[in-house]
């Protein structure tokens, strides 16, 4: 990982806390995770137009790991050091 370009939080509920940062990567395939990740944010606004800020997460689906509903209530994993 590079530099943090932006990071905000907002409370959500009395025991949650929403965190979204905008990073900067050094990886080969950046510039078409980057581009993708844009392409949905023009859509989203596009639809929208209200939407200020969005911020979508790169993941995979993993079908070991349960329903996608069931890992948006979890908590990621601690372990960063996948991330280059």
Do not use: C, K
């Not at 990071?7 to 993708?36: K, S």
């Not at 079908?63 to 890992?71: L, S």
């Amino acid at each position: 990982m590079g530099r943090v370009l932006d990071l905000r939080t907002q409370h959500i509920g009395p025991d949650q806390l929403l965190v979204g940062g905008q990073l900067e990567f050094d990886h080969p395939l950046t510039p078409r995770v980057t581009d993708a990740i844009d392409e949905v944010e023009r859509a989203i606004w596009a639809t929208v137009p209200v939407a200020h800020r969005i911020y979508i997460e790169p993941d995979m689906f993993d079908p070991h790991h349960g329903e996608v509903n069931d890992v948006l209530t979890q908590p990621p994993s601690p372990n960063l050091s996948t991330i280059s």
